[in-house]
């Protein structure tokens, strides 16, 4: 199988191994590319920037939470969607890790069906976020390539000027 075939990249966060196994094994049967990691900390270490991707996160670990996790993740400007697993979750934490922007909080046993619907929207909210990075980039591109007198009328533009106001204004300057 190439990659082509797959259908996005997860990473797998949970520091059960029969967890990471289980989860690992069903989404490749469904041609999904995953990495699996012990803890949020190899993580951040260990994992490479792919896209379209989406983090299945274990909401409770040793040395640090998924939750955690996630703010750091903010903090650092990574945007990949967090869909959290948990066996056992208070509703605090469940009602910080959406505040904190979560795609889903998934209570642990969940069906294949249930997690492959999450890991989906996951997947295309990726995508929706990559398309406006690059458009994003693509206008700041097409901005500089201006002159100083173009991006000048441009910002007169951005402001809700018309064409004779602007005219005016630099007929005047």
Request: charged share 25%; hydrophobic share 40%; with cysteine.
């Amino acid at each position: 199988m190439n990659f082509d075939d797959f259908k996005g990249h997860v990473y797998l966060i949970d520091d059960d191994p029969s967890i990471r196994r289980s989860l690992a094994f069903s989404l490749s049967s469904e041609r999904y590319s995953i990495q699996t990691f012990d803890s949020p900390a190899s993580f951040l270490r260990d994992a490479l920037p792919i896209t379209p991707a989406v983090i299945l996160l274990d909401i409770r670990m040793p040395e640090m939470s998924g939750l955690t996790l996630q703010i750091e993740m903010k903090r650092k400007g990574r945007e990949t969607p967090i869909i959290f697993i948990s066996g056992e979750s208070q509703p605090s934490e469940i009602i910080e890790a959406m505040k904190q922007g979560a795609v889903d909080f998934l209570l642990k046993p969940f069906g294949l069906e249930t997690l492959l619907l999450a890991v989906d929207m996951a997947l295309q909210k990726d995508k929706v976020q990559q398309a406006q990075k690059t458009s994003a980039l693509n206008v700041q591109e097409r901005f500089m390539r201006l002159t100083e007198k173009e991006r000048e009328v441009c910002r007169w533009m951005v402001k809700g000027y018309g064409n004779k106001e602007i005219a005016n204004i630099n007929g005047s300057a």
